[in-house]
């Protein structure tokens, strides 16, 4: 299997990996602006935090699993 020097070889869990983590960080900044602006239900502080801990959980537990299954995953 030839190889090109400028793109390593990744395991394919990988390339799913970085774009959920990019949105799941978005959605972080999206958050942060909504709760700033204090638009819709951002206006309550306490709704933001929450989407803070909601936001947190599932994007720890999207990694966990992706990574968990791309070690299992076979060669």
């Excluded at 960080?25 to 602006?37: D, K, P, S, T, V």
């Excluded at 309550?44 to 599932?58: C, N, P, T, V």
Aim: charged share 10%; proline share 5%.
């Amino acid at each position: 299997m030839t190889q090109n020097l400028l793109l390593p070889l990744f395991p394919g869990f990988v390339y799913a990996l970085i774009p959920t983590l990019f949105v799941f960080f978005n959605i972080f900044a999206l958050n942060m602006w909504l709760q700033y602006r204090k638009i819709g239900r951002w206006d309550d502080d306490l709704f933001g935090e929450r989407l803070y801990i909601i936001l947190s959980l599932l994007a720890k537990t999207a990694l966990a699993w992706m990574i968990f299954a791309g070690t299992l995953a076979p060669v």
